[in-house]
Nanobody
Framework: QVHLVESGGGLVQAGGSLRLSCAGS????????MAWFRQAPEKEREFVAS????????SYADSVKGRFTISRDNVKNTLYLQMASLKPEDTAVYYC???????????????WGQGTQVTVSS
């Protein structure tokens, strides 16, 4: 069992930056692939970025590529999402997830956090 808690969300102006954190506790954090998803009002939850168990490989949605960076610290059991050049369309609740999905961009992650709100004003 892995318990995930996101933090770092907030209100930021367009063009600004935020860093989200996802603290994990419980079972072996290091063994899981991890990812960030987001869900805007009245929209489906969508993939943002994922990272493999040792941080050696990452994947990004086209909409955030070049602006967002996913990373993890397996000693601190923490996942990060550094967001830069934020746009109003990045406004959403951001969720971290852990698991062994058959496809890293799917929703097939076993463990999910409660989400943190990111609001980007124009």
């Amino acid at each position: 069992q892995v318990h995930l808690v996101e933090s770092g969300g907030g209100l930021v102006q367009a063009g600004g930056s935020l860093r989200l954190s996802c603290a994990g506790s419980g079972s072996a954090f290091v063994g899981y692939k991890m990812a960030w998803f987001r869900q805007a009002p009245e929209k489906e939850r969508e993939f943002v970025a994922s990272i493999n168990w040792n941080g050696g490989a990452a994947s990004y949605a086209d909409s955030v590529k070049g602006r967002f960076t996913i990373s993890r610290d397996n000693v601190k059991n923490t996942l990060y999402l550094q967001m830069a050049s934020l746009k109003p369309e990045d406004t959403a609740v951001y969720y971290c997830a852990a698991g062994q999905p058959s496809w890293i961009r799917s929703n097939e992650y076993t463990y999910w956090g409660q989400g943190t709100q990111v609001t980007v004003s124009s």
